[in-house]
């Protein structure tokens, strides 16, 4: 590819349209899971667009397209405005205390960057692995969640290329998962849609009020003076990314197999295409027999296990973790937490032959437009990957499709992956 690197032409803060209530400058006090994740890297997800056609593309100013989205973010800031403020923390002595929460009153806003690429999207989309300057279409790189201290919550970045505009979102895990980042990336887009000048309600407000587990404190002392006995910071990992698509008949042809296996028509399409996924990579990863495998979503199982069992098997693993995961579990891990507070460090997780599944294709991503119709396809940044992370996302075409974007540290596992049999009949 021909193109250069991505130079940032232009930054600036947005805050919400109109000021905040006395009630939303309040404190807002994290909950366990929020805590949890303070080490967690800011989630990196964004959509890939073309520029308007050639007949209408005389009309397209790109000076105003990026004014429309700065002030349609800040309508929309009207609603999310949590994403405007800052973490702050709270230390006392007497008796000790040490409580991080969201500052709300404390709101210099989202950050908002124009960059552009000498790259076109033929480049973005080309065969094979996903080219390096993706990554740098978005902002906020290396950051983990603890820093929403000093730095924004929620970094947007539009990257205009040769032929098309990547908008970005980088937002701090403590304050989002995916399903909430496309919720607020498909509030932007209605209100972006709606080109209204002054408060614009939306068809799915946020739910800001976080939920606390009965008889308990909503505010959580952390057990800590500093923030150095917590906070651990990682280099990225050096990684290979390649997105495989799984067609809407694929996907039933994976799901009718798996259920036929087990005899059974409990089993979904998720779980079936997951645990495709989980075989064909531990088949790439060439472990030995007598080797464990690992997933976030599914428990250990040795590699004999996994081989020997099928497909239906392991998507039936993946049902049960699904179906013990009840409403009393999530309660019962949350009061042990509570109990005895810790802040996850990446480090002392087991990655070994581990599989790491993030997102879902059941997340309405490319509902997201922005007056430039649908998406050609969604990207992510480099952070919270490892060695084995699988990130699932729903087709473009819809009607169950999945796009699957898998990372290895070897080119030689993902070129193995990439000429598995089993796999590679499960994509036509």
């Not at 998962?177 to 408060?199: L, N, V």
Request: hydrophobic share 40%.
């Amino acid at each position: 590819m021909s193109y250069t690197s991505v130079k940032r032409v232009s930054e600036c803060l947005i805050k919400p349209l109109q000021d905040l209530s006395p009630e939303a400058k309040q404190p807002l006090h994290l909950t366990p899971l929020e805590l949890f994740a303070l080490n967690v890297n800011y989630s990196q997800k964004g959509l890939l667009f073309p520029k308007p056609p050639p007949s209408e593309n005389q009309d397209f100013s790109i000076t105003a397209y990026l004014d429309d989205l700065r002030y349609s973010l800040s309508a929309t800031l009207d609603h999310f405005y949590l994403l405007a403020g800052r973490l702050a923390t709270k230390i006392e002595e007497n008796p000790p205390s040490y409580v991080i929460y969201l500052d709300c009153e404390n709101s210099p806003g989202v950050k908002f960057i124009y960059a552009t690429v000498d790259a076109t999207i033929s480049d973005i989309l080309q065969p094979g692995d996903v080219p390096v300057v993706v990554r740098s279409f978005f902002d906020l790189n290396n950051a983990i969640s603890y820093d929403g201290h000093t730095l924004p919550l929620l970094s947007i970045q539009v990257t205009e290329l040769v032929d098309g505009i990547f908008i970005g979102g980088s937002i701090n895990h403590v304050l989002a998962d995916a399903a909430s980042f496309w919720h607020f990336m498909g509030a932007w887009s209605e209100i972006f849609k709606s080109k209204e000048k002054s408060f614009v309600s939306i068809s799915r407000p946020p739910v800001l009020k976080r939920w606390v587990l009965p008889g308990y404190d909503p505010i959580i002392s952390l057990p800590y003076t500093h923030h150095d006995q917590f906070i651990e910071r990682l280099e990225a990992p050096p990684l290979v990314e390649r997105f495989f698509h799984f067609s809407s008949a694929s996907v039933s042809k994976l799901k009718a197999k798996a259920n036929s296996e087990c005899n059974t028509d409990k089993l979904s399409s998720l779980q079936a295409v997951i645990a495709l996924l989980w075989r064909c990579i531990t088949r790439a990863r060439r472990l030995s027999d007598d080797d464990e495998t690992s997933s976030n979503l599914m428990g250990t199982a040795t590699v004999r296990e996994l081989m020997t069992n099928g497909l239906g098997w392991a998507a039936f693993r993946l049902h049960e973790a699904v179906m013990n995961y009840t409403d009393t579990t999530v309660k019962e891990n949350i009061e042990s937490w509570i109990k005895n507070p810790f802040i996850f460090k990446r480090s002392k997780m087991n990655a070994k032959n581990h599989i790491i599944v993030l997102s879902s294709p059941r997340l309405d991503m490319y509902g997201c437009e922005f007056g430039l119709g649908k998406a050609l396809a969604v990207r992510s940044g480099w952070m919270n990957k490892d060695d084995g992370t699988i990130t699932m996302y729903p087709g473009r075409e819809g009607g169950g499709s999945m796009d699957v974007e898998v990372c290895f540290a070897s080119s030689q596992t993902m070129m193995d992956l990439n000429s598995d049999e089993e796999f590679m009949d499960a994509l036509i």
